[in-house]
């Protein structure tokens, strides 16, 4: 059989036992930190009569919760710690509150992690920028730790992922941890160099507070992984953990693979979507034999018209079906896509309230105001009374209109809003208590709405980190490059190793610049080079659907090409074929593998300037005993070799310019070819 790289190895656990359960074995060594009145407070202290107490969650997962008091100030600590069992996995979050009569000392510097770990020097950080609306996010980055020499990595803004990525790897020889921050806000990290050993501290990034009784305080849930190995065990061990427990399972399973698609009327986003175009145009693509899962409403739906009756998306803050264009409200639409065995999607922004809009006029104290954002407030989640409206508002909206997957958006910077609202002895208590409601609010429309999903967006990819990921699915991972290939295939590169679920959909501007291939204004049909740089799991063709004339048997081909590939793409082991890049003039290379089938997929894409017409694919995750069948559906070429020949020599893929190729493998071990 070949070599699974993505199986847990009792050399993992081993090696988690060793670096992270000295950090739970006792509460003094809790992984925890911060000054209080000026103190440094490491773990829980002994004078603060710690207990602990230990309870299985599932098969699979074990809880320890560990508990200390201040009896002097009434300050609480509680720790809670989840053990996998199947996995060389850790997590925990920390919580501060206050049960004194008396506001607290001050608190400040509360680190979530903040602990030392035996790593070969130099040790390496493997890092990366985040999404910022720019053809380099999603860089991969690496930092040889130098001593002396901290590393410090933030977001900007106050959204996880902007111009900072809160996922890492820590490398050594042979082993390494894996480490994800999740923090909906303004975190920090910092790894430092000592000798054969590396600090890591991370948590929200400024913290400088007194507690009021009953308050409580937070930090990001942190997750270590650790591995032994090459890096590649790091990616699909992560990979397969992320698959069993932290992709949303709506009704209890996991999401799969869903085609969305989408069509309206001319107009800034979705502003002149109404009840008849929508149903229209749904049924179409019903009628043309595209069976889709889920149809796409975007910003727009809503009354958002300006002093002079011009419809703009960004005009936020009345949620609720425009009624001129939605007498009856979305659920016609939706029990038409019902009908067709498809769900809505529907875009909401409820964070970003416009000056002038309805809760801005009836509920300015709801709301943060920040110098230079005079036509932005932020709607304040961290007041219960302002979360508890939302909920209820946006929960009945879910229900009357039939929705079925939330998409969230957050198209601005919160830290201004958080930190313009802090006293001086309150720093970090605005955004913490932000958070704490914004999570919340998540949970409870979850809870509410059985079956409901969401989608996390802001302004792209800017607020995934894991925490929210336990409750979401970015789909929409960058505003950046809709209609250029090259760059999104770099970013696939990232995603594929860290957030598996993503959309992608069908735009190509390489042959009419400035122009949405694909457009109904251009009529050009959906080519191979935009499917294969769209293969994604959540797929999106666009395709042309209002007019007669066009012959949709190509991309239905496609289509199911798709519905073929995206799930071993979802669920296999991923290998990057070809060094990470974004250049035109470069093969682009990429394998999914399900080693417990003995199948998988090989795609090879030859950008627009690639001169090379030839690519050496060399398979990975073979067994040099086995035979295997390699198939391309869209030229009939078939090969067959042991993975002895294959590793050793490969195969070549010859294509021309903007093309692509999807070559199926099967393993076969006795007589069956």
Known sequence: MGSNVSTTSSEDMAQSRLWTGRLFSNPGNLPISFRYDGQPVNGIPELWNPVVSKNGIDANIDQIVFNGFDAQTGLTIKVECLVYRDYPVVEWTAYLSNQGAQPSPILSDFLGL?????????????????????????????????????????????????????????????????????????????????????RIEAGQEKTHLRLNPGEMIR????????????????????????????????????????????????????????????????????????????????AGWYPCADEKGERIWWLTGTWTPDPERFPRGLRPVTENLAGHGARLLLWFEPERVTRGSRLDTDHPEWLLRA?????????????????????????????????????????????????????????????????????????????RNPGLWIDSCASGGRRNDLETMR????????????????????????????????KEWTMDWEIEEGAVYNNPKTNAPL???????????????????????????NELRQIDLW????????????YPLTPFHAHKDSWVGFQFD????????????????????????????????????????????????????????????????????????????????
């Open 371 to 447: 110098a230079g954002e005079d036509g932005n407030r932020l709607l304040n989640l961290g007041n219960p009374a302002v979360r508890c409206w939302l909920t209820e508002h946006i929960c009945r909206t879910i229900q009357q209109e039939g929705i079925g997957v939330y998409r969230q958006d957050f198209n601005f910077n919160p830290l201004p809003f958080w930190r313009e609202n802090e006293a001086e002895d309150r720093q970090g208590a605005v955004e913490n208590f932000y958070v704490q409601g914004y999570l919340q609010y998540w949970d409870d429309l979850l809870e």
């Open 114 to 198: 903040s602990a030392s770990f035996e790593v070969a020097s130099p040790g390496r950080v493997i890092h990366c920028n985040g999404d910022f609306y720019n053809a380099d996010g999603y860089t991969p980055q690496e930092t040889i730790l130098a001593e002396g020499k901290p590393l410090r990595i933030a977001p900007v803004g106050g959204r996880p992922c902007d111009q900072a990525f809160p996922y890492f790897r820590l490398t050594g020889e042979g082993c390494g941890l894996t480490l994800a921050v999740g923090w909906p806000g303004q975190w920090s990290a910092q790894f430092a160099q000592t000798g054969g050993r590396v």
């Open 219 to 298: 930090s990001p849930r942190i997750t270590l992984m650790s591995w032994v190995g090459e890096e590649r065990r790091a990616v699909n061990l992560w990979r397969r953990w992320y698959l069993s427990h932290v992709l949303p399972r709506p009704n209890g399973k996991p999401l799969q693979p869903l085609l969305a698609v989408t069509a309206s009327d001319d107009g800034n986003e979705f502003t002149a979507a109404t009840e008849e175009n929508q149903i229209c145009y749904a049924n179409r693509f019903k009628a043309a034999g595209v069976h889709f899962d889920i149809w796409w409403l975007d």
């Open 563 to 574: 519905r073929k590939a995206a799930p071993i793409l979802l669920n296999g082991d991923y």
């Open 594 to 673: 399900l080693p417990e089938q003995g199948r998988g997929f090989v795609q090879t894409i030859r950008p627009a300037a690639c001169t090379q017409e030839t690519f050496v694919v060399s398979p990975e995750a073979l067994s040099k005993e086995s035979r295997y069948v390699f198939e391309n559906p869209e030229s009939s070429e078939r090969i067959e070799a042991t993975g002895e020949q294959l590793v050793q020599q490969g195969f070549s893929v010859t294509l021309p310019v903007r093309s692509g190729a999807l070559w199926f493998y099967q393993r076969f071990d006795g007589s069956e070819l």
């Open 527 to 553: 080519d191979n080079y935009t499917f294969h740089c769209s293969l994604a799991a959540f797929y999106w063709p666009i395709i042309n659907i209002k007019s007669d004339t066009i012959d949709h048997s």
């Open 471 to 502: 409750r979401a699915v970015p789909l929409h991972y960058t505003d950046y490059g809709y209609g250029k290939p090259t760059a999104k295939l770099s970013f696939h590169q990232t995603l594929f190793q860290w957030l598996p679920y993503f």
